[in-house]
């Protein structure tokens, strides 16, 4: 079982920046691929950018260009710098552990609300 934290977020206006992170417990942290996620009322969660265990990345077309994501296996964090952002980014991001979404089997953190607002 993984446990997730997730920090970071807040208000910023449009074109401003947010980073991101995601602690995590757990001894197949490092083993596994992770996943930043969004959510906002009354939409399905999505995944806008993940990484390999290997540091592998790939992300939303929506993000691309805009968000980085990374990871630090030895403190067992993952991050996402997000840069340019815009109204459309308001939402609540989570991390997780990508295989354990993709099996039903992921449990949720509370996420970190994000807000881009002027």
């Known amino acids: 079982q993984v446990q997730l934290v997730e920090s970071g977020g807040g208000l910023v206006q449009p074109g401003g920046s947010l980073r991101l992170s995601c602690a995590a417990s757990?001894?197949?942290?490092?083993?596994?691929?992770m996943g930043w996620y969004r959510q906002g009322p009354g939409k399905e969660r999505e995944l806008v950018a993940r990484?390999?265990?290997?540091?592998?990345?790939d992300y939303a077309d929506s993000v691309k260009g805009r968000f980085t994501i990374s990871r630090d296996n030895v403190k067992n964090m993952v991050y996402l710098q997000m840069n340019s952002l815009k109204p459309e980014d308001t939402d609540v991001y989570y991390c997780?552990?990508?295989?354990?979404?993709?099996?039903?089997?992921?449990?949720w953190g509370q996420g970190t609300q994000v807000t881009v607002s002027s």
């Open positions: 997780n552990v990508l295989r354990l979404v993709q099996s039903g089997e992921a449990s």
């Open positions: 757990g001894s197949i942290f490092s083993i596994n691929a």
């Open positions: 990484i390999s265990s290997i540091g592998i990345t």
